[in-house]
């Protein structure tokens, strides 16, 4: 989770507690919209667990947040 903060921060210019609050914001809404598989891999991916396969162009979690900004019509 402090690696997607800090990554939120840098990328969007704004402090780390602000970001903080921008994460779990997202991640309670995209666990309450996944099916429960997904939301539970979601977990895991924020747990330190990483799922199998490519992570996204940064890998890890900069693969995960550069995918949410492609859904959320963000760019790069």
């Known amino acids: 989770m402090d ?3 800090k ?3 840098q990328k969007s210019g704004i402090s780390e507690d602000q970001a903080r609050t921008a994460a779990h914001a997202v991640i309670s ?3 309450q919209r996944l099916p429960g598989p997904l939301a539970g891999q979601l977990d895991q991916f ?3 667990a990483a799922p199998a396969g490519p992570a996204g162009a ?3 979690l900069g693969g995960l947040v550069e995918g ?5 019509g963000g760019n790069k």
């Open 46 to 48: 924020l747990g330190g």
């Open 58 to 60: 940064e890998g890890g």
């Open 29 to 31: 809404f995209l666990k």
């Open 68 to 72: 949410l900004g492609g859904m959320f």
């Open 7 to 9: 990554l939120v921060s």
């Open 3 to 5: 690696e997607l903060v």
